[in-house]
């Protein structure tokens, strides 16, 4: 099946550093991709809306001078944490419906990243 | 906008005892629904989902579900469950009518005692 790798895993940075975190799908083309964030003990919620060769779209209530998008391919969306601060401490997950598709159908998670603000 | 209920956020179960994991959601237009497993440190993996036609869906790993319209609920189920089942599980809604935005429920954690 379609897989959607992320990059890095783990990552650990100081505080009023930037943090870049890579989701590539790996055996499909993705015009969209999604980002959202995952709290400890809660769901996860949709930050942003990647689009390929076009500016992302975020959800109310998220930062897009703070969590910077960019498409800069069909396989490849980055998520930079700029400034991190200790509340941005989350797990990260993006998706890619495969093919472009935007009606309603499957969508392939990436395994997360683990974002540790000290 | 949807939104998604899942009252249980852990469910301890004895090993090849029947499970059922709820889901309610609640929309204004037509939905798809899904439910998505999450093993530790992993990402999500798609379970089963209802797109449209029989309202009893069967997925991987043996689990099924039932759509439920005039209750608006989702339910996951499962005759037997194993060690290999304890993990998170999460209960989806997207707007079946144009661009996906998948709306999730809280989670549940499935925990399976041998």
């Known amino acids: 099946g379609a897989v959607v790798s992320q990059h890095p895993s783990r990552v650990i940075c100081k505080s009023g550093t930037s943090v870049k975190i890579e989701c590539r799908s790996l055996d499909f083309q993705a015009t969209t991709m999604f980002w959202y964030r995952q709290f400890p003990k809660q769901s996860l919620m949709l930050m942003a809306t990647?689009?390929?060769?076009?500016?992302?779209?975020?959800e109310q209530g998220v930062e897009k001078d703070k969590f910077l998008i960019n498409h800069a391919s069909l396989t490849l969306s980055t998520l930079t944490v700029t400034s991190a601060h200790p509340e941005d401490s989350s797990f990260y997950i993006c998706?890619?419906?495969?093919?472009?598709?935007?009606?309603?159908?499957?969508?392939?998670f990436g395994p997360g990243t683990r974002l540790t603000v000290l | 906008a949807q939104s998604v209920t899942q009252l249980d956020s852990q469910v301890p179960v004895f090993e090849e005892a029947p499970v059922e994991l709820r889901c309610n959601y609640s929309s204004s237009v037509s939905v798809y629904l899904f439910w998505y497993v999450q093993y530790p440190n992993q990402g999500l993996q798609l379970l089963l989902k209802?797109?449209?036609?029989?309202?009893l869906v069967k997925g991987i790993n043996g689990f099924e579900a039932e759509f439920n319209k005039s209750q608006t609920s989702f339910h996951l189920r499962k005759p037997s469950v194993h060690i290999s089942d304890t993990a998170e599980y999460f209960c989806a809604v997207s707007d079946s009518g144009g661009y996906q935005k998948v709306t999730f429920g809280t989670g549940t954690k499935l925990q399976v005692i041998p």
């Open positions: 998706s890619a419906p495969p093919g472009g598709t935007l009606m309603g159908d499957t969508q392939y």
């Open positions: 209802y797109l449209s036609g029989s309202t």
């Open positions: 990647s689009n390929e060769g076009s500016k992302a779209t975020y």
